[in-house]
């Protein structure tokens, strides 16, 4: 899963044709959970992509002129084959030049492996956090800008033992996402003194969770953990606790934020606390404000994400001096990463013109890109806590 990087020679010599290259109109597959278990989360999330491929575009630095649009695909977040469909189309017939996407891990994992890789097309996942995604033998064409669930799992034990517990109770959905984070959950917090009581994965798409509830609460934790998906069986879970009176505790991992949440349950999530991928940077502050500008939620679940996958693929294009799917593979950790003049949001036409004259550029973006040799980046968090209907950040770990 090595990515390999171009030479520096090639690289530069690449970019410096950038600006002579014939101009075109480019596409860029945007594939999201339009419909499943977090539609209320994709629209931002895609608004956030496409923000960077208009800012490219407007520019007029990008390819000798070229412009850069979306064509969004709809993952549904947990259909494989639904999944790997949208996206053979996105390949095959509308020939985008890259994937921003996917979200969910097990449609990410399955879009790799059944289409993109073999394909050669560059993947750039803003939410794919399973941590089997580490693994998969992607020949180099598959990326995220967020961190793996391993991470997440430590995180999230950290803010259980903050805040004093010593036994929990876990219900996770019952995919490669849900089993990772439990996983990765589960040993941090052992190994930190914790007692998981109970662990049990749930089914999205059910009506009453009254049973699940019920076996949970039965193992006697003192608060619930719930690693699913804010508007299917996560919301349920927590809807059922409620009504039973078996939990008044419950700390949720990134899966589970959403408005859609409080405007569900209401003065009943008070307290509610969750952990998210975010970023301390400056350029997490900048990008907010053009994006609430643009009618985006900038500080949405991965919308910071989107934006940064989207605009990695964009830079890399410039630095390849074209829209070829190998170049942009060969290309995105050039751009991604020092050497080079730090870019924030808003700054990809600077970066363009960087690169076009044969320059180099180190892309931070909103959360402070930063990729590993095997594309991915060891990420932020923050912690969350819902107050007076509105998720308040706490801290960052």
Known sequence: ?????????????????AASAQAEDIKVGVILGFTGPIESLTPDMAGGAEMALSEASESGKLLGGSTVSSVRADSTCVDAAAATSAAERLITSDKVAAIMGADCSGVTMAVANNVAVSNGVVMISPSATSPALTSIDDKGYFFRTAPSDARQGEVLADIAISRGLKSVAVTYTNNDYGKGLDEAFRAAFEAAGGKVEISAAHEDGKADYSAEVGALAAAGAEALMVFGYVDQGGKGIIEASLDAGAFDTFIGSDG???????DALGS???????????????????????????G????GPFVAQSYDAAAL???????????DRAAIQANILNVANAPGEKINPGELGKALEILAN???V???????VELTDIGETPGVYKEQEVKDGAYETIKFH
Do not use: C, H, R, W
Not at 274 to 289: A, L
Not at 296 to 299: E, H, L, M
Not at 362 to 368: H, I, L, P, R, V
């Open 1 to 17: 899963m090595k990515k390999l990087l171009m030479s520096g020679v090639t690289a530069l010599a690449l970019a410096a044709g």
């Open 256 to 262: 589970m934020i959403g408005e859609s949440l409080i």
């Open 268 to 294: 009943d999530l008070e307290g509610f606390v969750t952990s998210e991928p975010s970023s301390k940077t400056d350029g997490m502050g900048v990008f907010v404000e053009s994006a609430n500008a643009a």
């Open 296 to 299: 985006i939620k900038g500080d």
């Open 313 to 323: 693929i964009v830079l890399a294009m410039q630095a390849a001096g074209s829209a």
């Open 358 to 360: 044969g320059g180099q």
């Open 362 to 368: 180190d892309y931070q973006g909103a959360t402070g």
